[in-house]
């Protein structure tokens, strides 16, 4: 009988070739439209620190929402792996800043700067479900954040950013895996609040 971990281990392989056929084919990765509905849904003046990634590999590309949150004037951050841990930290960037690879060769802000926490994070998926559960790359980090901060009863808003043609009707899913708000593709927003 497969448990949930096996059923993501083998999901996470299909699902990375499937987003890397849809990387191949994708016209349009970013829509101001749709991005502008969420902004119907969260109100970005009393937001001040947003946390977004930057794209890797078949990843939709975050360098057009990347570039609105900082033209709404937010402070944009991105995720830091903290060395021998399970945690994640967030460092503020701009378009000048100098990045380097960290753990995962996933790409962090070159900063000794104070972290912040901020009030709205975007979050790579491999896919997502009609309920809000997202498949990441298996290491938690994002579920351990939200779960931290929750138990600090931080307000924020998670909102997963992916292709439209990662979603899947439902994900396998177990005890700890967190539900996001929002998800935003280049087609549409969902909804799960």
């Known amino acids: 009988m497969s448990t949930p971990i096996s059923q993501k281990r083998d999901l996470r392989k299909i699902l990375t070739k499937k987003r890397d056929k849809i990387k191949k084919n994708a016209i349009v990765e970013f829509n101001y439209n749709v991005f502008n509905k969420l902004r119907e849904f969260i109100d970005f003046e009393k937001i001040n620190d947003v946390a977004s990634f930057a794209s890797i590999r078949s990843e939709i590309s975050t360098t057009q929402l990347n570039n609105e949150i900082i033209e709404l ?12 841990s399970n945690q994640l930290i967030f460092k503020r960037a701009n378009s000048n800043s100098a990045f380097k690879l960290g753990k995962f060769n996933i790409p962090e802000p ?7 926490i901020p009030q709205l ?8 479900d009609l309920k ?14 939200f779960a931290k901060l929750k138990k600090l009863n931080f307000n924020f808003y998670s909102v997963g950013f992916a292709f439209d043609d990662q979603k899947q009707e439902k994900l ?15 087609k549409e927003l969902y909804k799960f609040l």
Not at 173 to 185: A, G, N, Q, R, S
């Open 73 to 84: 004037g937010k402070n944009l951050s991105f995720p830091v792996i903290v060395k021998n």
């Open 110 to 116: 070159v900063d000794d700067k104070n972290d912040v």
């Open 121 to 128: 994070f975007f979050v790579p998926c491999l896919g997502f």
């Open 172 to 186: 396998p899913k177990e005890i700890f895996d967190y539900k996001l708000d929002f998800v935003l593709t280049e």
């Open 132 to 145: 809000g559960f997202r498949l990441g790359y298996g290491g938690g980090f994002y579920d351990r954040t």
